[in-house]
C-alpha cells in the first residue's frame, strides 16, 4: 500500500477513511455483487431471456471483477487507493447507463464485465486494503464495519430496485442506478487518503508472521473462498426468484433478501469484532459452518413469515464469511503485499460468486426446481471447509506463528 505524503498522519482521520470507503463499497458493491437478482422475472418477461442466460449477465461482472482485482490490487500497491477508487467509481457508473439501453445479452455480457473488471475490481481488495492499513489495532471491527456497509449495499439496492423497477421500467431504473452511483460517490472518494508512512520512515515488512511463504497463504486462502463463495452466492442471486416462485410479489421477495442484508450488518460487525478476540481463522470457519448448515433449508420454506424468520438466522453466520476472510488475507499475508494479495483472494472469491450464480441458474432452467442449486452450494460449503480447516492445521504446528 502507497504511503502517505506528509501532513496526512492524523490517526483520527482513520474514521473518515472507513467511512467513504463504506459508502463506496456498498453502492457499488451492491450494484455488481446481487443487484441484478431482481431484475430477472422483468427482464425474462420482457425479453424471453431463461434464468441462466440472465444469471450469466451477473457471472460476467463477477469474472470482470475477479479479473479486475489481480491487476487493481497491485495498483493500489503502486500509485494510491484514491485514483483507483475514483475509476471504479465512474467505469461502475457508465456501464450501467449503457447496459440499461442494450439490446443483446452479449452487450450486457461485456458491458458488466467491464463493470467488474474497471469498476469493482478498484473498489473491493483496494479499500479493504486501505482500511486494513488504516487501523493498526482494531482492524478486524474496521473491517467488519466497511464489509457492514457492503451488506447494507447488498441489501438496499436490490430492495431499492425492486420499487424503482415498478415505477419506471426495469431499463430506466438499471439508468437510475447508474447516474447516483457516479453523482452520489465521486465526491466521496476525495476523502480516500493512503495511512502514513510507518515511524522513522521504515518500510512494511515482506514476511509473512507464520513464516510461511506468501504466494503459499495467498493460494491456499484464493482456494477456499472458491467454493466459500459458489455456496454464498445461490441465496444473494437466487432467493428472490426462489420466492417469487412460491407465489410472492417482488417487493415481498426483496423484501426478504434486504431483512437478510440488513441482519448481515450486524453479522459482519460482530464477526470482525470476533477475529480480534479468537483469531481470523477460527472466526473463518464459525461463519462458514453457519451457513453451509442452513444454506438448504431455503427451498423447503412456502412461507413468507417462515422466510422472513429463517433469512435472519442465516443472514447473521453467512455475514461473517465475508469480513473473515478479509482479515484473514490481512493478518496471514506479508504487510507489504496486502492490497496485492486480497486483490488475488478477491479474485477467486468473485469467480466462486459467478459460479455460484450460475450453476444456480443454470440447474434451475434444467429442472424447473431449485433444489439442486441450493444442494450444490451445500456441497461447495463443505469443501471450503475442510480446506480452511487444513490452513489453520499447518500454520498452528509451525512454532515462528505470530497472528492468525
Not at 479479473?67 to 503502486?78: H, I, Y
Not at 433449508?297 to 455475514?319: E, K, W
Request: charged residues 10%; proline residues 4%.
Amino acid at each position: 500500500m502507497k504511503t502517505a505524503v506528509q501532513g496526512n498522519d492524523n490517526p483520527r482521520y482513520r474514521w473518515v477513511v472507513l467511512g467513504a470507503s463504506t459508502l463506496i463499497l456498498a453502492v457499488t458493491m451492491g450494484q455488481l455483487v446481487n443487484g441484478l437478482s431482481v431484475y430477472f422475472v422483468p427482464m425474462g418477461l420482457s425479453e424471453g431471456w431463461g434464468r441462466g442466460d440472465i444469471a450469466l449477465i451477473n457471472t460476467s461482472g463477477l469474472v470482470g471483477l475477479a479479473l479486475g482485482s489481480l491487476v487493481m490490487g497491485f495498483a493500489a500497491d503502486r500509485f494510491g487507493a484514491r485514483p483507483v477508487a475514483v475509476l471504479g467509481i465512474v467505469a461502475t457508473g457508465l456501464a450501467t447507463v449503457v447496459a440499461s439501453m442494450a439490446s443483446e445479452l452479449w452487450q450486457f455480457y461485456a458491458l458488466f464485465f467491464l463493470a467488474g473488471a474497471l469498476g469493482g475490481g478498484a473498489l473491493a481488495a483496494p479499500l479493504m486494503a486501505l482500511v486494513g492499513s488504516w487501523f493498526t489495532l482494531g482492524a478486524g471491527l474496521a473491517i467488519g464495519l466497511a464489509s457492514a456497509g457492503q451488506a447494507l449495499g447488498q441489501g438496499g439496492v436490490p430492495f431499492s430496485g425492486a420499487f424503482m423497477i415498478e415505477a419506471l421500467g426495469w431499463r430506466h431504473a438499471m439508468m437510475a442506478q447508474g447516474l447516483i452511483t457516479i453523482a452520489m460517490l465521486l465526491p466521496v472518494a476525495i476523502f480516500l487518503r493512503d495511512p502514513p508512512a510507518p515511524a522513522g520512515n521504515v518500510g512494511l515488512a515482506d514476511e509473512t508472521p507464520s513464516g510461511l511463504p506468501n504466494n503459499l497463504i495467498t493460494g491456499w486462502i484464493a482456494l477456499a473462498v472458491v467454493f466459500c463463495c459458489t455456496c454464498m452466492s445461490v441465496p444473494l442471486m437466487h432467493l428472490v426468484p426462489l420466492i417469487q416462485g412460491k407465489g410472492f410479489a417482488a417487493p415481498e421477495a426483496g423484501s426478504v433478501l434486504f431483512l437478510m442484508l440488513m441482519v448481515a450488518i450486524a453479522g459482519r460487525v460482530a464477526f470482525g469484532r470476533l477475529t480480534d478476540l479468537i483469531g481470523a481463522i477460527p472466526a473463518y470457519l464459525t461463519a462458514s459452518a453457519w451457513q453451509t448448515l442452513l444454506v438448504m433449508g431455503f427451498v423447503f420454506i412456502d412461507r413468507l413469515g417462515s422466510f422472513y424468520l429463517y433469512a435472519a438466522i442465516y443472514g447473521f453466520g453467512y455475514a461473517g464469511v465475508m469480513t473473515t476472510v478479509i482479515v484473514t488475507t490481512r493478518n496471514l499475508t506479508a504487510p507489504a503485499r496486502r492490497a496485492s494479495s486480497l486483490g488475488i483472494v478477491t479474485a477467486f472469491a468473485y469467480l466462486g460468486h459467478g459460479l455460484g450464480g450460475w450453476q444456480g441458474g443454470h440447474l434451475f432452467d434444467l429442472t424447473g426446481d431449485y433444489q439442486w442449486s441450493y444442494a450444490n452450494a451445500a456441497i461447495a460449503g463443505v469443501v471450503n471447509l475442510i480446506i480452511v480447516a487444513s490452513l489453520w492445521l499447518t500454520i498452528n504446528r509451525r512454532p515462528t506463528l505470530k497472528a492468525a
